[in-house]
């Protein structure tokens, strides 16, 4: 079964360690803007990531075919030898979850490293994807 990542808004305070902690993952830099989650402060005192959800919704709109889904994990991943950094993803990704990295000009997203699980206050996780959807349900409904 696929697994994904998930957050706990009520655990999230915002601080981006998670960011800092992808960004060294990815690039061996600390750098927000280089990382695959992104904080977003919705209103004082509640804060949200966005990442990746694996939905797939990017794979059929990159002209070079540099996304697909690795048919072990299923997680969906950017071949940085086809990627030419386009940005026709970024505009497919309905939950703002890619973008284009400024050094390498490659497309970034979460591949689920697992670094931001490191989050002090645990409020990241992967999860089957059955779990992720039951999750949904009872913090959204």
Sequence with gaps: MARVLVADNELCTG???????CSY????VFNPRRAAIHVVKL????????FC??????????PEGAL??????????????KCTGCGVCVLACPYGAIHVDPVTN???????CGYCLKCPQSALKIVDE???VD???RNFA
């Design 130 to 132: 059955k779990e992720a």
């Design 15 to 21: 601080c981006g360690i998670c960011e800092l902690l």
């Design 53 to 62: 959800t694996q939905c797939g919704l990017c794979i059929p709109s990159c």
């Design 135 to 137: 999750w949904r349900r």
């Design 68 to 81: 697909s889904r690795n048919p072990q994990t299923q997680v969906v991943v950017v071949d940085k030898e």
């Design 43 to 50: 209103e004082p005192g509640m804060d949200t990531p966005i």
């Design 106 to 112: 490659k497309a970034v997203k979460c591949e689920l």
């Design 25 to 28: 993952a990815k690039f061996k």
